[in-house]
């Protein structure tokens, strides 16, 4: 393969490499999407406020809607694109965290089926994303996502874990450990997670799954605590002045941080 073709492969792969970069922007798009989310169907909408239900709308199904439409809009942008674009695919990512959290929000609160249950549905819908994609194309690594097919799979495998993370952030930090101590539990296994990378033999697909899945809940603990209450065990910070604060350092993040596009195979 000559240096052209090698080039015209990797303009067709439209996800960043995996690097420590990518895992630091990921963490604050996460904590981000807590903040925002929480800003709009609570701030808002009013749904976490005494007025909460009395216009009849759900606020986190309408936040659910607005995001979820926006998310939709930038795939099928993210798909179209002839090559890897940073902003509209950390962009991407932001709207899925965003529709994540109000989605897990409004399975876990309004549904009534609660965290253990929320988590559970929401393991399974990840679970049998993957499984449908690997059947389709036989592989589900970040690699293999060159092809429009391949990324609907990704995006809709990601949208998945994005809101079972909320569901799991939540579940966890709403019990005796609080959100400090939820934040040590989800760095901790991303610790290992790291560890089982470069030590271990096991399957990288399955490892970056796991990691990009427990990312999301650390993010969603970390931004509870920096927008809820102080006797919730939060920072009672302002969700929109947080929001403002995080999307600030993502901009910067993907401004002065590299940002390349991951090796298909075929370029390898």
């Not at 796991?210 to 993010?219: E, H, K, M, N, V």
Request: proline share 3%; hydrophobic share 50%.
């Amino acid at each position: 393969m000559n240096s052209t073709d090698r080039e015209t492969r990797e303009a067709l792969a439209k996800v960043p490499a995996i690097t420590l970069g990518f895992w630091i922007i990921k963490i604050l798009a996460t904590t981000f999407g807590e903040t925002m989310g929480d800003t709009v169907s609570m701030s808002w909408l009013g749904e976490t406020t005494a007025s909460a239900g009395q216009s009849g709308l759900n606020g986190y199904l309408v936040g659910t809607g607005i995001f979820a439409v926006t998310l939709a809009i930038l795939v099928w942008f993210q798909i179209k694109a002839r090559a890897f674009h940073p902003f509209l695919y950390w962009a991407t990512i932001i709207a899925s965290t965003t529709a994540g959290t109000n989605m897990a929000d409004f399975a876990t609160r309004s549904l009534g089926i609660g965290y253990p249950g929320g988590s559970l549905l929401l393991l399974a819908c990840v679970l049998g994303s993957l499984a449908v994609w690997y059947k389709a194309l036989g592989r589900i690594d970040v690699e293999s996502v060159h092809t429009p097919r391949a990324e609907l799979y990704y995006w809709i495998t990601i949208t998945f874990s994005q809101t079972l993370g909320t569901a799991l952030g939540d579940w966890v930090a709403d019990g005796s450990l609080g959100y400090l101590g939820a934040a040590a539990i989800f760095g901790g296994l991303l610790v290992l997670v790291a560890a089982a990378h470069f030590w271990t033999r096991i399957d990288k697909a399955l490892l970056f799954w796991s990691a990009f899945i427990l990312t999301r809940p650390l993010g969603a603990v970390v931004g509870d605590f920096l927008d809820k209450p102080v006797s919730h065990g939060g920072l009672a910070l302002s969700r929109a002045v947080a929001s403002g604060v995080l999307i600030a350092a993502i901009v910067a993040l993907i401004l002065f941080v590299p940002q390349r596009a991951s090796r298909t195979e075929q370029a390898a």
